[in-house]
């Protein structure tokens, strides 16, 4: 047979009461926290594309030199040779659900920009060149590709997902990086910031 424990002598009911109040009360506060905690761990990261900077911001640049994607024999591109011009970057894949909504989006923008000297690089990660190549004719992309065949750039450039836009000054420095799929707005923001 179980007994009850005893309160020590000298409690008064009203003691017990709120000693087991408090108690139960600091559980259920630890289970809501830990519930808390378990919901965010299992919810995936969300959209950054509005974030406010990233550890590469203000940093030069890495450079490489990547092959362009293409059907021919690949000349390769050189980051360094745009220096004195503002790039973006665009990391993408084919697969990628939000590199298809917005490709269209930086093919508009690149052919309104072009005739400013801003560069648009795109660098198709973590895919195949046949399925590289289909996706920028099916989305009309004009602007230049090139392949991180080994993933080495998207390492250097922090990359944990793709889509992922990286925004570079004339000087060679990182102004910004969107992780996410861009928007319209994103886009101009950024690239205004490029224009000083």
Known sequence: MESEAKPPEGTSPDEIHDEKFTGGLVSLINVALLALLGSQLLVPAQDQSHSSSSPLDGHPAPDFTLAVLSTHAASNIHLATFKGKPVLLNFWASWCDPCKHEAPLLEVTWRRVQSQGIVFLGIDFQDTQSDGLSFIQHYGITYPNVVD??????????VTGVPETVFIDRHGVIVHKVIGELTEQTLDSNLQLLSR
């Open 149 to 158: 065949a080994n993933g080495s750039t998207a390492i250097n450039y922090g």
